[in-house]
C-alpha cells in the first residue's frame, strides 16, 4: 500500500544550525502539506503546497521555514536556523484531491530534537 | 482562522464504558474530517461527513455532524484499550486540526 516516508526519523542538532526535514509523499497526490506537533500538544498546521508553490501558510510558518518540492518526488521542509522551541515531531501529508473531502495521508513524522 | 474546540481534552476511562467527544466551532464547514493519533504515529482518518444532520457508523463508533455543520460528535460504544489515542477533527477548507482529545482506555 503507497504511504509518505519521512526522513530522519530523529535528528538532534545545535540551537542555530540549518535542518532539513524530507518527505516522500504519495506517487499521485498533488497537494502537499507540513505539521508540527510539540510533545503531549495538538497537531499544528504549519504550510500547504499546490503545483509548486505555498497555497496556506500558519502565522508560525516564518521566514525562518521553507519548504521546496526539488525533482518531483521529495518535499522538504527547511528550518533555517533551529532555536530551542522548534523541538517537535514534524509530520508530513499528502492528499491527491484537496479540500473539502480529500483524505490526508501522513508519514510517520521526524522528531527534531534542538539543544 | 477557523478555530475547532475540542472536547474534553483528556479523557481516561476504563473498558467497556461508552464516551462522546465534541468539536465545535463557530464557522460553518463544507465537511468536516475525525482522525484518531496513536501513540508514535502520524494521524489516520476516520470518517468525512458533508451533510449537515449526517450521522455515520463505523463499528463501534458514531460520528454525528451538527445541523448547521458547525459541530459535531463522536461517540464510543464499549470502549476498548485499542481506542487509546488522540482525536482529532478537521474543518476541511484548510486542513487545521482541532485542540484534540486525548484518550485514554484503561483495560
Known amino acids: 500500500e503507497p504511504e509518505v516516508t519521512q526522513t530522519p526519523s530523529h535528528q538532534v542538532t545545535q540551537m542555530g544550525q540549518e535542518v532539513i526535514l524530507r518527505c516522500v509523499p504519495i506517487s499521485n497526490h498533488l497537494y502537499f502539506y507540513w505539521y508540527r506537533q510539540i510533545l503531549g500538544q495538538k497537531v499544528e498546521f504549519l504550510v500547504s503546497?499546490?503545483?509548486?508553490?505555498?497555497?496556506?501558510k500558519s502565522e508560525i510558518f516564518d521566514d525562518q521555514f521553507s519548504v521546496e518540492r526539488p525533482d518531483g518526488s521529495n518535499f522538504t521542509l527547511k528550518i533555517r536556523s533551529t532555536k530551542l522551541e522548534d523541538s517537535a515531531m514534524y509530520f508530513c501529508?499528502?492528499?491527491?484531491?484537496?479540500?473539502?473531502?480529500?483524505?490526508?495521508?501522513f508519514g510517520e513524522g521526524s522528531r527534531l530534537t534542538v539543544l | 482562522t477557523q478555530l475547532l474546540e475540542q472536547s474534553p481534552q483528556f479523557l481516561s476511562i476504563q473498558e467497556g464504558e461508552n464516551l462522546t467527544v465534541y468539536c465545535n466551532s463557530s464557522?460553518?464547514?463544507?465537511?468536516l474530517q475525525w482522525y484518531r493519533q496513536e501513540p508514535g504515529e502520524g494521524p489516520v482518518l476516520l470518517v468525512t461527513?458533508?451533510?449537515?444532520?449526517e450521522v455515520k457508523k463505523l463499528k463501534r463508533l458514531t460520528f454525528q455532524f451538527g445541523d448547521a455543520r458547525k459541530d459535531s460528535s463522536l461517540h464510543i460504544t464499549a470502549a476498548q484499550p485499542g481506542d487509546t489515542g488522540l482525536y482529532l477533527c478537521s474543518g476541511t477548507y484548510k486542513y487545521i486540526f482541532g485542540t484534540g482529545t486525548r484518550l485514554k482506555v484503561l483495560a
Open positions: 503546497f499546490y503545483n509548486n508553490e505555498i497555497s496556506e
Open positions: 501529508a499528502s492528499t491527491v484531491a484537496g479540500a473539502p473531502t480529500g483524505e490526508l495521508f
Open positions: 461527513v458533508v451533510t449537515g444532520g
Open positions: 464557522s460553518v464547514f463544507s465537511s
